[in-house]
């Protein structure tokens, strides 16, 4: 009984240790963004206990960006000091945020940088910041859509982009750094871009001086739903735009950041988390302090639950113990960003750098919008690049390439150097009459197609669930060879095509004329363009579409499904080879893939491996050398 009580009392003493401390996490920090409004209300001393309780125990907050004007709010500065002094005594990291928004309810109006008051009070909104921050972020909206009078009679002829890019790169020199810095010469200015890259430039968004003059870049990461949300961005820019921005900006690109907005089930919530994680991003932002304490409803319980997703919606809702003992029911989405975080931080320090096919996009360029972000949903693992790759097997290039006026001689130089090239059927278009010719003679012509059967290599015929309009391309017989045909009725085009030169291949991939009718096309085809391009990638993907393949320089992979519904697909690697989930800890041996004898002498042996996900779930796996 004795030996009982004293338990007890060593039990009582262990759980009365006060609640555990930042950083909560090995492989990244966790941030939330508190709007203007919601510090301003941070006045008040009791409701703010109250909130920061019920978020903080659901999610472990490593940092806070505290936001000093939005909307011409501008937080007074008592508000704004008491409330640095109780983050920093919960042992957070305290930082500060600024929106540039006249009215964000008005269609996000942003200030005008050619009236003179505007520019006045973004001046002194910086420097406030700044004395009472070592530290602060921009919100997305360090931009101008402004066509008044004034910016009209400024622009003069220029253009609306060039224009709004040197007003814009100025602006941030002379109203926001230089001032921020005279007050506080210790303070890190960092710029949040946001989802949007490829129409940055058309609003004054420079990708090309901008991270040069900022002390660091930031990605906004939210992808929504792809349907039902106006702006159709694809789930995989959730972790392209991270590489993008890493490429752009080496080690000074700080992190992503993810709403809660027009998410309908709450997997895509935490589906946004984990795929900016999976670019290995140093630090993850929550937006915002308001939205962390919206209450989970179970409409945002998908149909697939219950069978053991990545996201458990049941698992999360469960009630659990807190250091100190207190029994906590999970009521906001707070819970889960939390679980999500807690999930991936298990295996994310195991994996090495992102690798994917570098593809080539120009500051400031556009044309196939975010197409990309399409390749990556069809089991492509992908990077974007400002600068044109000359190392690899493999590049991809888009449209947007057409904005480098070298890069005829940039794809013959790769080619005579014995690497090949991808350009898309978009670039084609846009080169024609401007040298590609000297490679290859190819024409995009104006007619189209509308496609339901495909052909690749000796396979036979594959069929599409719907019709695909595509551009019919033409060529010129035994100059260059289709490797994959659409087909229809008694009538083909090539939907990927190649042509040698030098001693290297032009490879043109067609894109449909609806970029995500490329989620139609049958495996069979979609292997075979993976085949093509995965050159220098360690794994490929076989399968169906909307299944992502991201690699990492260290024999690590992540195999997600998008798809509503279980689905299995092929990883195909080097033979000799075996896979371990590093999850489960369980290994997996292959299969050799069958070689047709007269091909043995031109395809190395390889090993595949059969592997089934649950719908909108990943796995992680490492490459095992087997010999
Ligand atoms: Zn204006």
């Not at 994680?277 to 697939?304: C, N």
């Not at 590049?395 to 390439?401: D, G, H, K, N």
């Not at 220098?536 to 499904?561: A, H, K, W």
Request: charged share 25%; with cysteine; hydrophobic share 40%.
């Amino acid at each position: 009984m004795k030996k009982a009580i004293g338990t007890l009392i060593l039990a009582f003493i262990f759980l009365s240790v006060p609640a555990q401390q930042p950083p909560f996490y090995k492989n990244f920090t966790v941030s939330v963004y508190a709007r203007a409004y919601e510090v301003r209300d941070m006045a008040d001393q009791k409701k703010l206990e109250e909130t920061w309780s019920l978020i903080s125990q659901q999610v472990k907050i490593d940092k806070i960006y505290l936001e000093t004007h939005r909307d011409k709010l501008i937080v007074d500065e008592k508000t704004l000091e008491s409330a640095i002094r109780f983050f920093k005594s919960k042992g957070l990291k305290v930082a500060g945020g600024i929106t540039y928004t006249i009215d964000e309810s008005n269609n996000f109006e942003t200030f005008c940088y050619t009236n003179p008051e505007h520019r006045k009070l973004a001046r002194e909104i910086a420097e406030l910041t700044a004395k009472h921050f070592d530290e602060f972020i921009l919100d997305d909206f360090f931009f101008t859509s402004c066509k008044c009078d004034l910016c009209i009679k400024a622009k003069g002829e220029k253009s609306w982009t060039d224009f709004r890019m040197k007003l814009m790169t100025d602006a941030a020199r002379d109203l926001i750094i230089g001032p921020a810095k005279a007050v506080n010469p210790k303070v890190k200015v960092v710029i949040k871009y946001p989802n949007w890259y490829e129409h940055f430039q058309g609003l004054g968004f420079n990708l090309d001086a901008g991270p040069g003059i900022f002390d660091g870049i930031y990605a906004g990461t939210e992808t929504r739903d792809a349907v039902f949300s106006d702006q159709h961005l694809q789930p995989y820019e959730s972790y392209l735009i991270c590489r993008y921005f890493e490429n752009i900006a080496p080690g000074r690109s700080g992190g992503g950041w993810v709403d809660s907005g027009g998410a309908f089930f709450l997997d895509r919530y935490a589906e946004q988390f984990w795929l900016t994680l999976f670019a290995k991003v140093p630090e993850i932002t929550m937006f915002d302090y308001r939205q962390l304490q919206s209450q989970i409803r179970f409409g945002q319980r998908a149909p697939w639950q219950g069978t053991q997703t990545s996201f458990d919606f049941d698992a999360m809702m469960k009630p659990y113990q807190l250091a100190d003992g207190r029994t906590v029911y999970p009521t906001t989405i707070a819970r889960a960003a939390g679980v999500t975080f807690d999930k991936v931080d298990k295996f994310l320090g195991l994996l090495g750098n992102p690798v994917g096919i570098r593809s080539y996009r120009p500051y400031n360029a556009t044309g196939e919008d975010f197409l990309q972000n399409y390749l990556g949903m069809i089991g492509i693992p992908m990077d974007i690049s400002p600068v044109f790759p000359t190392e690899g097997k493999m590049v991809l290039l888009t449209e947007s390439a057409k904005f480098d006026p070298q890069i005829v001689q940039k794809i013959k130089d790769r080619l005579q150097s014995g690497k090949n090239v991808m350009i898309t059927s978009g670039l084609l278009r846009a080169l024609q009459g401007k040298g590609i010719e000297d490679i290859a003679e190819l024409t995009y012509t104006d007619r189209k197609a509308a496609v339901t059967d495909f052909k690749a290599g000796w396979g036979g015929v594959s069929k599409s669930s719907q019709e695909i309009i595509i551009p019919q391309i033409t060529y010129l017989t035994n100059d260059s060879w289709e490797e994959v045909s659409a087909i229809k009725g008694a009538s083909g085009w090539p939907l990927l095509h190649r042509a040698q030169y030098s001693k290297a291949n032009l490879y043109v991939l067609t894109i449909p004329d609806n970029f995500s009718d490329l989620y139609q096309y049958p495996a069979a085809a979609l292997n075979r363009i993976r085949a093509v391009i995965s050159a220098d990638m360690p794994v490929r993907l076989e399968g169906p579409s909307q299944v992502s393949l991201f690699c990492y320089d260290n024999g690590t992979f992540i195999v997600e499904s998008f798809l509503a519904e279980p689905v299995t697909v092929k990883i195909t690697g080097q033979a000799e080879t075996a896979i371990e989930d590093l999850v489960s800890g369980e290994s997996q041996q292959g299969t050799a893939v069958p070689v047709p004898p007269f091909m043995r002498s031109r395809i190395e042996p390889a090993q595949s491996f059969e592997i089934t996900l649950k719908p909108h779930s990943y796995r992680v796996f490492r490459i095992q050398q087997l010999k």
